[in-house]
């Protein structure tokens, strides 16, 4: 299980790329999943997605309950009006942490690493690492929600 080299700086393309539904869990999708959680261990992260190892597939994985949980196809179903903001950072900008407005509770879809279906309604901590993660599948990332750009 080697630990991947994780992509750095805000205007790399794969990181500012949309990725694509895995339409099937494979033995090579596994095996990129359990690599994945390697690199988020070896990196102390909080989660990560599959373009900050330089990969198209819209997998990434969140601490959810202090547990690192792959989420595989995710998507936010819905989002609560009340929102808290919160400082973040990210493994793709190193040294850089911003203050975060995001939702404080969310419901996200999405596939097992075994390919079961799941939808996990989500508060706090959780809901923030699902929705940051979810925007690096997107090609977003934290600058993206300040005007001046910080970097």
Not at 3 to 13: A, C, S
Not at 18 to 43: F, H, N, S, Y
Not at 135 to 145: A, K, M, P, R, T
Request: one cysteine or more; proline letters at 5%.
């Amino acid at each position: 299980m080697p630990v991947l080299p994780i992509v750095i700086g805000r205007n790399t393309k794969v990181l500012r790329t949309k990725t694509k539904d895995v339409p099937k869990i494979t033995k090579e999708i596994k095996e990129l999943i359990r690599d994945m959680k390697q690199t988020t261990v070896a990196a102390k992260g909080a989660g990560l997605a599959a373009p900050q190892v330089n990969r198209t597939e819209r997998i990434c994985l969140a601490m959810i309950g202090k547990k690192l949980t792959p989420l595989v196809n995710p998507h936010i179903m819905w989002k609560s009006k009340e929102t808290d903001t919160m400082e973040e950072g990210c493994l793709s900008l190193p040294d850089i942490w911003l203050q975060i407005v995001r939702p404080t509770e969310i419901v996200v879809k999405f596939l097992s690493e075994t390919g079961k279906e799941h939808e996990l309604k989500l508060s706090g901590f959780d809901a923030r690492v699902v929705q940051h993660e979810v925007d690096h599948l997107e090609g977003v990332l934290i600058v993206d929600y300040h005007k001046d750009n910080l970097m």
